[in-house]
């Protein structure tokens, strides 16, 4: 039995690292190696064979993803599958902003979508860890963009990490919304690396009402590090995909379910 499990642990073990590449951009082989729990020279075995499966680039003591430097050249995301759920999401949780709110919009291709929705709103106060949105919503005069510190993520264009995470402090703004990985009633919202939960926590924190932008797609996903249980979140904005079971749990645990068709 252990020799059968053994190729299936290693498959999930390479896919979590992947995940965690796409989204951190890069990690280093020592870190890896801790995360996991295994190994620096089985780390390297995995990232071999990753690359030598043509998604990621091996450097001295560890990897990046083979993407990286278009994404941040071309100012593109990495996360753009279920674009039609997440402009529907962007859409409706528009909705929700007034001209003159104070809001904080978390990074991810969600937000964007919100953020692409909102360069009609006027006189904006804009908190954000994400670089597109401070392009996207700075050109607006009227509005005031505040961006966080932090470590550059190329695949999602944002700062992250604890100086991310220490700009929220004696922050407030009655609107967050934020981006997520996976939702689990079990495992809560997760997301492939642990560099974001500094400022995602410090967000949630710093916010009187959190909406969470989530698309169908991650309910019952779990990634690697978990932020908390899904009771964090006041509002969950989600398209049509979800299902009528999902979406009685949600309200029995006081979370407002808003879809967006």
């Given at each position: ?69 278009k ?20 859409r ?36 954000t ?45 009655p ?26 926590s ?60």
């Open positions: 039995m252990k020799s059968d499990k053994k190729p299936l642990l290693g498959e999930q073990r390479r896919q979590k690292m992947l995940d965690l590449l796409m989204e951190e951009g890069s990690a280093r082989v020592a870190k890896l190696s801790e995360m996991f729990h295994v190994s620096e020279p089985t780390i390297r075995q995995d990232l071999e064979k990753l690359e030598a499966e043509g998604h990621i680039i091996r450097e001295h003591g560890g990897a990046f993803s083979k993407s990286m430097s994404q941040v050249q071309q100012l593109a995301l990495h996360h753009l599958e279920n674009l039609d759920k997440k402009e529907a999401i962007g409706k949780a528009a909705e929700l902003v007034e001209d003159g709110d104070t809001i904080i919009l978390d990074a991810g291709s969600t937000t964007t979508m919100l953020a692409n929705q909102l360069t009609e709103k006027r006189r904006l106060r804009v908190m860890n994400a670089l597109n949105i401070v392009f996207i919503l700075g050109r607006e005069p009227s509005n005031s963009v505040l961006v966080t510190g932090g470590e550059f993520k190329a695949p999602t264009l944002s700062l992250s990490g604890e100086k991310a995470g220490a700009f929220f402090e004696n922050m407030f703004a609107k967050l919304f934020l981006a997520v990985g996976g939702v689990s009633f079990d495992a809560g919202l997760t997301y492939p690396g642990f560099n974001d939960l500094h400022v995602k410090a967000m949630v924190k710093s916010a009187a009402h959190v909406y969470l932008l989530a698309d169908s797609t991650k309910l019952g996903q779990v990634s690697f590090a978990s932020l908390g249980g899904v009771e964090l979140v006041n509002t969950i904005i989600i398209d049509a995909g979800i299902s009528k079971a999902d979406k009685k749990r949600f309200e029995e645990l006081g979370i407002e379910v808003i879809i967006a068709d």
